[in-house]
């Protein structure tokens, strides 16, 4: 799909506040109601749009406390690969993870309460994966920028 000037700047505006509606959006991009309605179900057919999510303030539910967590598998063999991403899954703590290259296999991003939940998570849950060789974790001080946009 070959996207045009309007689709990014439509597909901006949503990334900015999906709630907002056809007709708010129509007067934006100076196009009728149809016309956007039209654009944004394309997208979303041809999969641009993935999907549209509530982000939450993590203060609020007691999940401030951010860790990237480094990990290294003690061996590359599609086995430690496959065994650690399917149990990785299943970590309601971790939000992503990515292979990545580099002195470390994977990170992952981490959402906890505080130092005392995180520590529970290590020893209970993560370390009881197999295959891990070692981790590495990062804590935030403070959130400088987050975002979920692709400016287009």
Known sequence: MTLDSVDRKLINLLQ?????????????????VTAIYERIKKLEK????????????????????LVF???????HSKKHVTTFEREVLKLEEVSECFH???????ILKIYVKDMDEYRDFMVTKLTAISYIG?????????EVKNTTAINI
């Open 16 to 32: 900015n506040d999906s709630k907002q509606t056809t007709k708010q959006l129509s007067l934006q991009l100076n196009l009728s």
């Open 46 to 65: 041809e999969n641009v749009v993935k999907k549209y999510v509530a982000i939450i303030n993590k203060n609020k539910i007691e999940k401030s406390f």
């Open 69 to 75: 967590c480094h990990i290294k598998l003690i061996q």
């Open 100 to 106: 990545v290259s580099g002195e470390y296999d994977y």
């Open 134 to 142: 070692s981790t590495h974790s990062t804590f935030t001080i403070e």
